[in-house]
């Protein structure tokens, strides 16, 4: 089993849509979760970060945490065609593991 | 404000020869870590260094690939005797000093390493 597990997708959305990005861990030590953003070509780029359980939010993100359930989400409202890249889960213990990333496609 | 800075951004060499890759971290950051990515393929720790200390290179093949975080100037990836299947891009991230387990990395552009 991976220890960061994301569906790589595509995941396809009309614009102004919401997407939603799952991410599941298997390492119930895992403290601090991130979602990073890596357009083609280019480096990976921090969008959300979130360490306890619940809803977190920022502009147009959520990111949300379910420790019981080793979930992990990122919701983006009214999605943009330059919301269009890769992005990344990635869960922290003693290092920072990250899942293989979603394609996210926005269509105008 | 400087982000994290690597180069060169695009490194060429031949079998058999010797790759370099630079690293200078976000100011106020003391902490490193190597990553690569193959095509198609996610990122992948390789290891972790503060200044003049490696914490943990457990991602780090145990052949040809060193690093180093000297306790001036950048951090340096080395990989002697390259082979084709190192290609790949690799990239360094920065946290500043750790508070618990909050450890924020922000990644600097890349170094695609290309071997013939």
């Known amino acids: 089993q991976k220890e960061v597990e994301q569906n790589s997708g595509p995941l396809s959305v009309p614009e102004g849509a919401i997407a939603s990005l799952n991410c599941t861990y298997s390492?119930?030590?895992?403290?601090?979760f991130f979602w990073y953003r890596q357009y083609s070509g280019k480096s990976p780029e921090l969008i959300m970060s979130i360490y306890s359980n619940g809803d977190k939010e920022d502009g147009r993100f959520t990111a949300q945490l379910n420790k019981a359930s080793q979930y992990v989400s990122l919701l983006i409202r009214d999605s943009q065609p330059s919301d269009s890249a890769t992005y990344l889960c990635a869960a922290i213990t003693n290092k920072l593991i990250f899942g293989t990333g979603t394609l996210l496609a926005v269509q105008p | 404000n400087a982000g994290v800075m690597q180069n060169p951004r695009h490194l060429v060499r031949r079998r058999g020869q010797e790759a370099r890759l630079r690293c200078s971290p976000m100011?106020?950051?003391?902490?490193v870590y190597w990553y690569r990515q193959l095509p198609e393929e996610g990122l992948k720790f390789m290891v972790y260094l503060q200044k003049e200390n490696i914490i943990d290179e457990s991602g780090m093949p145990k052949e040809r690939f060193s690093a180093e975080f000297p306790k001036e100037g950048p951090s340096i990836l080395r990989i002697q005797q390259v082979v084709r299947g190192d290609s790949a891009a690799y990239f360094c991230?920065?946290?500043?000093?750790?508070?618990?387990?909050?450890?924020?990395?922000?990644f600097g552009p890349g170094t695609r390493l290309t071997v013939l």
């Open positions: 100011k106020g950051h003391s902490h």
């Open positions: 390492d119930r030590g895992s403290q601090s």
């Open positions: 991230a920065s946290s500043p000093p750790r508070t618990g387990n909050y450890n924020e990395q922000f």
